[in-house]
């Protein structure tokens, strides 16, 4: 029985929503296994930016740090898209990733046998189903890389900038190896070594890494053809592992597949003891405040969290499987609705439906 102190940083849009339904299926599993789980309110994005004139007040960093782990909503929305990229509040998340040193992005997607027909592709290759872990490094490449505007031979343009150190590769790449362990055992790194040189250094990074793994079957794909295999096979995938900006969209990509954005939970871990869990899908402005988010992505970044941050696996489990019944039920919200769905359940009412399976 412990007691673990959490961060809640709710964010903007269906932010304040789906973290509420995540706080109350952290108190239903404290009660069933006796936890407690202190969590204080952080503001960071778009609500601290109107609060504070901020996206990341320094109260926000040192609380998470100061936290045992840390639960995300979303930030953004149309308010504050208008603001220099400094000030924007996605600042707020990157800062936040970075600040916590958080350079691994676990993005877990898989196919529920209920989800089957949400599942945009073909039925032959959704009979086969897939189950694949994105490691998506997080604190390096293009989005941390020098930008700016300048004078060009045309005219005035603008640079970001991808860098990656060798240091930065081997970190993720044995977070990557260890993943692929815990699982079936193959790696597929993703890059574009083809044109990119810090896509070669990478590569060869991943290659002499995966000498630490000899139990671990590795091989390389090129980026563009990633996208395309995603929808083409995604069972052939087990753990990926690519950079930050590769894995932002190619995890987007992965969770259309499963049937909707709203189901994919994240971890980012780095080495601190404090991680950080947020659904990868963002603020969802055109529906936010009207409770018809889905809340089951922040539920299963809580369940994450109890793995991962507090070793608590059989809490983390019940939770999955609370979800699996959930689901399995029929129960809907309207991005997993279909024809036939007589009732379409409200951000609420979806949660509630999760407390009555744990
Ligand atoms: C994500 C999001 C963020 C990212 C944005 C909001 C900065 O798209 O977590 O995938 O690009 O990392
Ligand atoms: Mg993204």
């Not at 969770?255 to 780095?270: H, R, W």
Request: net charge negative; glycine share 10%.
């Amino acid at each position: 029985m412990g007691t673990y102190n959490i961060a809640l940083v709710r964010g903007d849009g269906i932010g304040p929503e789906i973290v509420d339904s995540a706080v109350r299926v952290l108190e239903k599993i404290g009660q069933k296994f006796g936890h407690t789980f202190h969590c204080t309110p952080y503001l960071a994005g778009g609500c601290a930016i109107d609060a504070t004139g901020k996206p990341l007040p320094e109260e926000t960093v040192q609380g998470c740090l100061n936290s045992d782990s840390v639960l995300l909503g979303a930030v953004g929305g149309p308010k504050w898209d208008n603001l220099p990229g400094e000030l924007r509040p996605e600042k707020a998340l990157l800062g936040l990733r970075k600040a916590l040193g958080l350079y691994t992005n676990l993005r877990p997607a898989r196919l529920y046998p209920a989800l089957k027909g949400e599942c945009p592709l073909r039925a032959d290759i959704v009979d086969e189903g897939f189950d694949l872990m994105m490691v998506r490094e997080l604190t390096g490449g293009i989005y941390f890389g020098e930008r700016g505007r300048r004078d060009g031979a045309n005219g005035p343009e603008a640079y970001d900038t991808e860098a990656y150190s060798v240091m930065e590769i081997e970190r993720i790449a044995r977070a990557a190896f260890d993943a692929a362990r815990k699982r079936r055992k193959k790696l597929i790194s993703i890059d574009k070594a083809n044109v990119l040189e810090t896509s070669r250094l990478w590569r060869e990074t991943v290659h002499r890494i995966a000498k630490e793994y000899p139990d671990v079957e590795v091989s390389d794909m090129l980026v563009d053809n990633a996208a395309m295999q995603l929808v083409r096979r995604p069972s052939q995938f087990d753990v990926v592992v690519t950079s930050n900006m590769f894995g932002d969209i190619l995890s987007d990509e992965a969770s259309q597949i499963t049937g909707s954005i709203g189901l994919l939970p994240s971890a980012s871990l780095g080495a601190s003891r404090c991680g950080l869990y947020e659904p990868i899908h963002g603020s969802a402005p055109d529906i936010a405040g009207q409770d018809k988010a889905n809340p089951l992505a922040t539920i299963l970044s809580a369940a994450m969290m109890l793995r991962y941050a507090f070793d608590l696996s059989a809490e983390a489990d019940c939770i999955e499987a609370a979800v699996d019944q959930v689901l399995n039920d029929g129960c809907r919200t309207a991005d997993i609705a279909r024809g036939e769905t007589k009732t379409i359940l409200g951000c609420q009412a979806m949660t509630t439906e999760v407390l009555n399976r744990i």
